[in-house]
């Protein structure tokens, strides 16, 4: 049996299951900032997170970009899931955040594997679960927070997701991640290290309070 397989997903499924993607799913690898999934793309096939993170984004009719919520080890998109059975194009962008090792799963098991195998189902379903939950949590901090605390969740979660507490990036990035502007971010930053939560450097932001 395959180590990664078994490390990520042994403790959820069957070993006949494990066994089945083991033989059907593709391995792949993305390099960091790597679009893995395009707007409008047909989703063929279904990914199982190995290692690394994904950032999931919306678009709007402008081409500003917002981000909805991160993959880690061991998720799959419901999104994704959704295109795959309904055969419809992708509303979401999927962007490596980190690094990340994937295994790409036959769109045709699917639905056959909901009725097969229990731990698939509960597995999809507690999917479906997380990503609402973090859909709504995405929607509360817009309708909710101020940009400054808006600005500190992202890179806390940011921090959270790729294990790291120093994070290397942009502010134009952030900003276009948070949907506003660079002058915005860049003030925001300075005032978020006047207070010691963070401090920054030429290419990257340490986060100082968790």
């Not at 047909?42 to 190995?50: R, W």
């Not at 080890?73 to 309904?86: E, F, Q, R, V």
């Not at 194009?89 to 098991?109: F, G, M, N």
Request: hydrophobic letters at 40%; a neutral charge.
């Amino acid at each position: 049996m395959n180590t990664a397989l078994t490390n990520n997903f042994g403790y959820l499924f069957e070993e006949a299951l494990l066994a089945e993607i083991e033989t059907l799913g593709v391995a792949k690898e993305f390099k960091a900032n790597t679009t893995i999934i395009e707007f409008g793309d047909f989703i063929k096939s279904m990914p199982l997170l190995l290692s690394g993170a994904i950032k999931i984004l919306r678009e709007d009719d402008k081409g500003d970009e917002l981000v909805l919520y991160y993959l880690e080890k061991g998720d799959t998109c419901a999104m994704t899931l959704s295109c795959c059975m309904g055969q419809t194009k992708s509303k979401i962008r999927a962007v490596a955040e980190t690094d990340v090792s994937l295994i790409l799963l036959p769109k045709e098991k699917m639905t056959l594997w909901l009725s097969k195998y229990k731990t698939w189902q509960s597995f999809i379903l507690e999917s479906y679960h997380n990503r609402v939950e973090e859909l709504l949590e995405a929607v509360d901090t817009i309708a909710f927070l101020n940009m400054e605390n808006r600005l500190f969740k992202y890179l806390k979660d940011k921090a959270m997701v790729i294990h790291n507490d120093e994070l290397i990036t942009t502010h134009k990035q952030i900003s276009e991640d948070l949907h506003t502007s660079r002058v915005v971010i860049s003030r925001l930053l300075k005032k978020l290290e006047n207070e010691g939560k963070i401090k920054l450097f030429r290419s990257s932001i340490k986060i100082l309070t968790l």
